[in-house]
């Protein structure tokens, strides 16, 4: 009964040696059953003899087919010893078949009838003693250590269960038989063998051994495959697209995702190498992904353009995982990819967008630049022209007074040379014009421009205070450019403290080595920065204060770009607003 | 010459433009006073002077436009010409509507501006004269009794004096005796004059029934 229920469970699962083996030793143990029974009633010698032999062959089909059931059951037993154990039994066989009273006895003598209690009688043999039954005990003590090892494994791995009940009835059994059965060989005792019920013992514990697994793992299956829908689900409708490969480079696995944005379909892919999937450029980024997947560290990040089926190119940005079988080998991996090409496209729109505007803001600069310089222009034009047929009506008068025509050419003159100004300082903004080059010492520059302006800062009370690193490297750059930089910021910092009390005002200038160059910062106590002046304090025209012209800090920072250097304003750390720019040093800028 | 006793007020921001114009605006004939911002202006009172003004329009604090807006709201009556470094349309045409005399760009032409300021003076005088006739024709309405007043509106509408009598309840030889005493008061000779008196100053006709 229960060999037919594991035949049925073996078809199931064809897979399973267990369940093979498990038919096989309740078949063996249901023919020994029978062929002792015939024992207990046999008259004959010659037939007792006979099914002695047969009942010895089941016997042996059934210890060696457990004993590989364990092996294959427990996972932790011996191969070697199995091997051994099927060997010896193997020989018991032969032995068996060679003697005529079976490898139990050499001779049988006679056949007793012993009669029980209840009025029933078995049959029992005496005879001498097979010198080969050795070699099944041995073999009987071999299984015993066999099973005692591989339970006592498998228990110390944590199989318990299956360690305890394989193992305990196997040694419960195989003890009571191999101790019992001997005995009565020996004619020690005088029972019958009872051989067949520690066998049929060792079967069933088995076979509940075996069947409360077939629960389990249809238990598990059923958990597996409630796990497996929701990775198949997430797989199906993920925005992502997943692609499976093999340690080989063979595509085994896309998603639908991928079948979408790619093109291709599953059959048609599927079996293609990985590499067909990018197109030329990315080849080599594709393979190194790949070969770092194949050695199990996969890149976690790694960007590659998808070659669709109808030749587009889709920017992806992929991870991959690898996966490993139970050796713990890569069996595969998968690639993950995000589409980024729709994102990529609309950066680069915001970038040209932006582009667009930083045009216009320009286009919109250079009107203001215009309107501004009309302004500034006109002032003088006016006055000039004004003077001028102002000296014309008073010499059309006769007699004029001189000295207020002088005076009107003074002013003519003075006019003249501001609206000149204006166009000089316009033409320093916009000139793109060659800077005579020269190596010089910054500190001193710095000096001259201080002690141009003197007598300015004095009669403003602007204490100066000049902190220059004494191993200031020398700077390749237009002197005078720089020195015109200086002048404009120094004069800044004395405007920016109009405000300021008369005993605070200070300008601090600082010159320090910054990296491969030099870096200045001047420094003042006024009024700080506005935070809305901070972005826009180098646009030219961009003034706070009423007459200026907004165009020296434009020049500055046109002079500074142009010499490969940066101009920057923040608020000082003492209050007062600090400008800094820098230059490269003369040994960087020739090299 | 009327024009040599005007008083020319220049204001703008930039001294060499106040300088150069003021030495035009003498050469030519006129008073100069100048003015480097719209509060300096205002903080003299200059309501009662026969001239014109010359406003830049981009001054620091205060601009042109604000301090015409002042002007329009403190009753100076002195005419204004507005100097632009460039022609900004709206900006003109707001000046315009609020009676500006003209809007001159610079770097500008003497004879733009003698000419704008010409203009300005003589609708100066104008408006000055009309407004003085305008004060005369009040005081003399002052002398008119209240009935000679119901009379006058009643003739401005063009109505017969049996009209007038039946309207007020008197007599028509009454309102022929009203009538000639308004006339008389009035200083006109005709109705078409008195009529042109009451327009001038606002009084408005009655029609009898």
């Not at chain 1, 093109?263 to 992904?289: M, S, V």
């Not at chain 1, 316009?426 to 910054?442: C, H, L, Q, T, Y």
């Not at chain 2, 010409?81 to 500006?100: C, E, N, Q, Y």
Request: include cysteine; aromatic fraction near 6%; charged fraction near 25%.
């Amino acid at each position: 009964m229960l060999g037919l229920m594991h035949l049925l469970l073996w078809l199931n699962d064809r897979r399973s040696v267990s369940y093979a083996l498990s038919v096989l030793m309740s078949f063996a143990a249901a023919t020994v059953a029978l062929v002792e029974l015939s024992l207990l009633n046999t008259l004959s010698v010659p037939e007792y003899s006979r099914l002695l032999q047969w009942q010895n062959l089941w016997v042996c089909v059934l210890l060696v087919s457990m004993v590989w059931l364990v092996y294959a059951h427990l996972g932790t037993a011996r191969r070697w010893l199995a091997a051994t154990i099927t060997a010896m039994w193997s020989l018991t066989l032969v032995v068996n078949f060679a003697y005529p009273a079976s490898v139990v006895f050499s001779e049988i003598s006679e056949l007793r009838r012993i009669s029980t209690f209840r009025d029933e009688s078995f049959t029992l043999a005496i005879g001498i003693a097979n010198p080969w039954k050795l070699l099944p005990d041995l073999a009987t003590v071999v299984i015993l250590l066999y099973v005692i090892d591989a339970a006592n494994r498998s228990w110390r791995r944590g199989a318990r269960r299956p360690a305890g009940l394989f193992g305990g009835s196997v040694v419960l059994f195989m003890v009571l038989a191999g101790i019992h059965a001997p005995l009565v060989d020996a004619g020690v005792v005088a029972t019958p063998y009872m051989v067949s019920f520690a066998f049929l013992a060792i079967v069933l514990a088995m076979s509940y051994e075996l069947v409360s697994d077939a629960v389990r793992v249809s238990r598990y299956a059923r958990q597996i495959e409630a796990n497996e829908r929701r990775w198949r689900s997430l797989l199906q409708k993920v925005q992502l697209a997943i692609v499976g490969v093999t340690p080989g480079g063979e595509i085994d696995y896309v998603n639908p995702f991928f079948e979408r944005i790619s093109g291709y379909g599953a059959n048609d892919i599927l079996g293609r190498p990985a590499t067909a999937l990018a197109p030329p450029a990315d080849l080599q980024k594709l393979e190194r992904a790949l070969q770092q997947a194949g050695q199990g560290d996969p890149e976690p990040h790694s960007e590659w353009t998808l070659l669709c089926a109808n030749g587009e190119q889709r920017k992806m940005v992929w991870s991959s995982v690898s996966l490993f079988d139970g050796e713990g080998a890569v069996s595969g991996f998968l690639g993950i990819g995000e589409d980024v090409t729709e994102r990529l496209r609309s950066r680069a729109e915001l970038q040209r967008t932006q582009r667009e505007i930083e045009r216009l803001r320009r286009v919109g600069a250079l009107g203001e630049l215009a309107s501004a310089l009309a302004h500034e222009l006109n002032q003088p034009l006016t006055a000039i022209l004004s003077n001028a047929q102002a000296a014309r009506r008073f010499m059309a008068g006769g007699d004029p007074d001189l000295g207020e025509l002088r005076e009107i050419i003074d002013d003519i003159i003075r006019d003249d040379k501001r609206a000149g100004e204006v166009i000089h300082s316009m033409r320093a903004m916009v000139r793109k014009g060659e800077i005579d080059r020269e190596s010089f010492a910054v500190d001193a520059a710095i000096e001259e421009v201080i002690s141009m302006l003197g007598s300015e800062l004095d009669g403003q009370g602007i204490t100066i205070i000049l902190d220059f690193d004494p191993a200031l490297p020398e700077v390749q750059a237009g002197r005078v450019e720089i020195q015109q930089v200086m002048m404009n910021l120094v004069l800044n910092a004395a405007n920016a403290m109009t405000q300021t009390p008369a005993g605070q005002r200070e300008i601090k200038i600082a010159a320090c080595g910054d990296g491969d160059g030099v870096r200045v910062t001047v420094h003042d106590t006024g009024r700080g920065l506005e935070p809305e002046e901070q972005g826009r304090l180098f646009d030219p025209f961009f003034t706070t204060r009423p007459e200026g012209l907004g165009m020296g800090l434009a020049i500055c920072r046109r002079i500074i770009d142009s010499h490969g250097g940066r101009i920057w304003a923040r608020d000082g750390k003492r209050g007062g607003a600090a400008f800094s720019f820098t230059l490269p040093a003369a040994k960087a800028a020739a090299a | 010459m009327t024009e040599s006793q005007a008083t020319v007020f220049v204001v703008d921001d930039d001294e060499s433009v106040r300088k150069g114009l003021a030495r035009l605006l003498r050469a030519s004939g006129y008073a100069v006073k100048t003015f480097a911002s719209a509060e300096d202006y205002l903080s003299h009172d200059n309501v009662h002077e026969v001239g014109s003004i010359i406003l830049d329009l981009s001054m620091p604090g205060l601009d042109g436009i604000d301090l015409q807006r002042r002007l329009i709201e403190r009753g100076d009556d002195l005419p204004v010409i507005f100097l632009s470094g460039h022609a900004d349309v709206p900006t003109s045409v707001k000046a315009m509507k609020r009676g500006a005399v003209d809007f001159l760009t610079k770097p500008l032409d003497e004879e733009a501006l003698l000419d704008a300021l010409h203009r300005a003076l003589s609708r100066q005088r104008r408006e000055r004269a009309e407004r003085r006739e305008q004060e005369t024709v009040r005081d003399l309405l002052h002398i008119l009794t209240p009935r000679e007043y119901e009379v006058m509106r009643c003739v401005i509408s063009g109505a017969r004096n049996k009209q007038i009598a039946a309207h007020l309840g008197i007599a028509e030889k009454t309102v022929k005796v009203h009538r000639t005493r308004v006339m008389q008061k009035m200083r006109v000779r005709s109705v078409a004059e008195l009529v042109q008196a009451c327009i001038a100053a606002g009084v408005s006709p009655v029609a009898p029934d």
